[in-house]
Nanobody, 124 residues
Framework: QVQLVESGGGLGQAGASLRLSCAAS????????MGWFRQAPGKEREFVAA????????YYADSVKGRFTISRDTAKNTVYLQMNSLKTEDTAVYHC?????????????????WGQGTLVTVAS
């Protein structure tokens, strides 16, 4: 059983940067693709970014491409989401997820483990 704990959320101004972290425990970190999803108030959960088991493949939602960067540190069992040029529409609860497939998926229904989430609020 994998446990995921997110941190780094908070209040940011439009145009600013935030970095989210997700610490994994209870499993072999390198055996999982890792991803970030977000859910804004009144909206469905949506894919943000994912990184493969090896870190060699990364892919993003079009809405964050060029602004957000996903990375992973195997030594620390942690995945990061660097968020730059924040927009008010980035406001959401951000969830970390782990998937036993090699590369993960844009489909939230296919991920195996989830964190509780961390709130990111972007003010104009």
């Amino acid at each position: 059983q994998v446990q995921l704990v997110e941190s780094g959320g908070g209040l940011g101004q439009a145009g600013a940067s935030l970095r989210l972290s997700c610490a994994a425990s209870g499993g072999t970190f390198s055996a999982y693709a890792m991803g970030w999803f977000r859910q804004a108030p009144g909206k469905e959960r949506e894919f943000v970014a994912a990184i493969s088991r090896t870190g060699g493949t990364k892919y993003y939602a079009d809405s964050v491409k060029g602004r957000f960067t996903i990375s992973r540190d195997t030594a620390k069992n942690t995945v990061y989401l660097q968020m730059n040029s924040l927009k008010t529409e980035d406001t959401a609860v951000y969830h970390c997820a782990a998937d036993q497939s090699p590369n993960g998926s844009r489909d939230s229904g296919l991920w195996d483990y989830w964190g509780q989430g961390t709130l990111v609020t972007v003010a104009s």
